[in-house]
């Protein structure tokens, strides 16, 4: 999946914590979403603001579904509020893809 196509399901898919996001999808949200708030940020605070709320939900969104493209629950992004053991949630977002279909449905196309 390149950049374009992944930034432009991660935005339609915003409120859709369903289903399977793959590797790809999810990082290159991630370095949409970095790049976004640093102009934003360098732009004005207020500015920064309105970006990372506007981006939270389909961060958490795309978050989930990366989560249950390697099996586990969407539930696992409460790590992110404990220091140190969000260091977990990295762990599972390198995870390759499972080749096979899993309770959160068939894997990703692409």
Known sequence: MDFQTAVKTCLSKYTDFTGRASRSEFW????AQLVI???ASLIH???YGIAALGLLLP???????RL???GKSGWF????LI???NLVLIYFYVQPTQPESNSYGEPPTA
């Open 77 to 80: 992004l409460l790590l992110a």
């Open 68 to 70: 249950h493209d390697i």
């Open 28 to 31: 290159w949200f991630v370095l």
């Open 37 to 39: 708030l640093i102009v």
């Open 83 to 85: 220091p140190l053991v």
């Open 45 to 47: 605070r207020f500015v």
């Open 59 to 65: 961060a958490l969104a795309v978050g989930a579904r």
